[in-house]
């Protein structure tokens, strides 16, 4: 049968030895450059927009679109106990997930933006009018004699867009 032996006590402080610094605490929230309440509702406003564009059904997409991307949020946001508001935990894998909902929002934008250009003919007649300019004016400039590497005294080559 064994006894069981409580563990050793920590040996008394070396009064020769400096105590060690103790780490830097977090500025209040009133003088933080990032106020998290304000973060938060960023992060619901978000969450609510992609909910939105997810349940209009404005281009095709995966039925399974909006449950990754929910729990891809959920990943990164909490709930406060006391006030049931939801925040965005800020930490190092934050970031990449950000990005990758951005990235699987990225083709929804594009098709949308697209039906959009078809849908409107003003945007076409608006595009049209600003390529023209576009053109007119890399024109003029390389009927000046602008090209690209003139200034470095590389060879000349006309300015293309």
């Given at each position: 049968?064994?006894?069981?032996?409580?563990?050793?006590?920590?040996?008394?402080?070396?009064?020769?030895?400096?105590?060690?610094?103790?780490?830097?605490?977090?500025?209040?929230?009133?003088?933080?450059?990032?106020?998290?309440?304000?973060?938060?509702?960023?992060?619901?406003?978000?969450?609510?927009?992609?909910?939105a564009v997810l349940k209009a059904g404005c281009c095709f997409a995966p039925r399974s679109l909006p449950d990754l991307i929910?729990?891809?949020?959920?990943?990164?946001?909490?709930?406060?106990?006391?006030?049931?508001?939801?925040?965005?935990?800020?930490?190092?894998?934050?970031?990449?997930?950000?990005?990758?909902?951005?990235?699987?929002?990225?083709?929804?934008?594009?098709?949308?933006?697209?039906?959009?250009?078809?849908?409107?003919?003003?945007?076409?007649?608006?595009?049209?009018?600003?390529?023209?300019?576009?053109?007119?004016?890399?024109?003029?400039?390389?009927?000046?004699?602008?090209?690209?590497?003139?200034?470095?005294?590389?060879?000349?080559?006309?300015?293309?867009?």
């Amino acid at each position: 049968m064994r006894l069981r032996r409580d563990p050793p006590a920590p040996p008394p402080p070396d009064p020769k030895k400096k105590p060690e610094p103790k780490p830097p605490t977090p500025p209040p929230e009133e003088k933080a450059a990032l106020k998290m309440s304000i973060l938060g509702r960023m992060a619901t406003a978000y969450r609510q927009k992609l909910d939105a564009v997810l349940k209009a059904g404005c281009c095709f997409a995966p039925r399974s679109l909006p449950d990754l991307i929910k729990a891809k949020l959920k990943s990164i946001t909490e709930r406060d106990q006391e006030t049931t508001e939801i925040f965005l935990s800020v930490d190092y894998g934050t970031i990449p997930v950000l990005e990758e909902i951005n990235d699987l929002m990225e083709p929804i934008l594009h098709a949308t933006a697209h039906d959009i250009y078809l849908a409107c003919p003003d945007i076409q007649n608006l595009i049209t009018s600003i390529k023209g300019q576009v053109y007119e004016r890399v024109t003029m400039m390389s009927s000046r004699g602008f090209t690209q590497g003139s200034s470095h005294g590389e060879t000349s080559q006309p300015l293309d867009f």
